[in-house]
């Protein structure tokens, strides 16, 4: 049997929700139908190249360059590599339009089949030439994507037009992760809360990038109010990114670091949800976050933003707050006050884990791409 020669394009091979999708997807999938090489626009986060070079895929990075033809010249490398390799498909996954664009321009100019995949609303100006930019490339991409998959209808919407969704070429795509991961251990709840010295504090936690979008200094006005009415509470913050710094600097002049620890970005960071009390989240736009599925099959409580799609409470412990409203960070305060130390127990988690289960997300896609 001939195998088919996909390439598989996401911003990096990273720690983050994206990377991971695509990760699960060529761990999962490669076979002897099916063979997987990367090309990556991110060559400073790299954690998991020399896995996937292991398992036989070539990882074609982009080198980053300060240039105001950015767009243009990462459009010139996908077509470079298009061109001297045989692909039957290229699989996209973006948070943006303009990402998106950049690979299915030079797809289509070589006639290689396009699957796109939206992992997230991404931020909209509300400019008028924006708005016609984003409409033209909506309609660009419904117009040339064999299949289109998203992670939310939110996500859906902001890069679809109405046509392509009601086509048959659509398919909203689970957040799926490897269930048995993400179980409660308390074995090492204990063991990492006494790595830290919080055997005793209430933990609340957030997993994800340093970067704008997650809103961490919203978060650090929130604990910072907790703690004049208890300041047994600590905010555990895993992940990386540009604001790493920054962030660090507004905890010690704001005078919460004693209550605020910085792990950075972590491979080892599912076993990190049971050392939690509650999850945090207020982030300014998201798709469908992997880490609130993920929090959720641990039994944690969490409190995210209501700007967050409503589909990712698929177990019943999501609390949707506003970060918007003059009295939000009052408001996230009271709820994790009252609420922030209640794991829960939900009857109805066997019945997420099936939906959620990444080997059952990996077999609609590949027929998909044995079937173009």
Known sequence: MIKKNVLIVVSSLGIGGMEKFALQLFRGATSSELHFDFLI???????????????????FIYKQKKSKLKFMNEMLFV?????????????????????LITSLIPAKHNNIKVITHAHSVGYE??????????KLMINYISRSADIGYSCSMNAAVSKYNQKFLMSGKYKTIANAVNVDDYSFNPEIRNRLRTSLHIDDKIVVGIIGRLENEKNHMFLFNVIKQMI????????????????EQKLKEAVQSMGIENNVLFLGARTDANLWY????????????????YVLVEAQMNGLQCFISDNITRDVD???????????????????????????????????????????????????????????
Not at 87 to 93: C, F, H, K, R
Request: proline share 1%.
């Open 274 to 289: 049971s050392a939690m009390d509650a999850f945090v989240l207020p982030s300014i736009y998201e798709g469908f976050p």
């Open 41 to 59: 626009f991110d060559d400073t986060r790299l954690d998991y190249l020399d896995e996937v070079q292991k398992l036989g895929a070539r990882v």
């Open 314 to 372: 698929i177990s019943e412990t999501i609390r949707f707050v506003s970060i918007d409203e003059e009295d939000s960070v009052n408001k996230w305060s009271v709820a994790l006050l009252n609420n922030g130390n209640k794991r829960i127990r939900n009857s109805n988690m066997q019945i997420v884990k099936d939906k959620f289960d990444v080997r059952n997300v990996i077999s609609i896609i590949v027929k998909d791409i044995l079937n173009l």
């Open 228 to 243: 004049k009415t208890n300041s047994n509470y600590v905010l555990l913050i895993i992940g990386g990114g540009s604001l």
């Open 125 to 134: 100006s509300k400019g008028k030439l924006d708005l016609l930019m984003r």
């Open 79 to 99: 077509n470079g590599v298009l061109k001297k390799n045989h692909y039957d498909l290229i699989y996209i996954n973006s948070c943006s339009l303009k990402s």
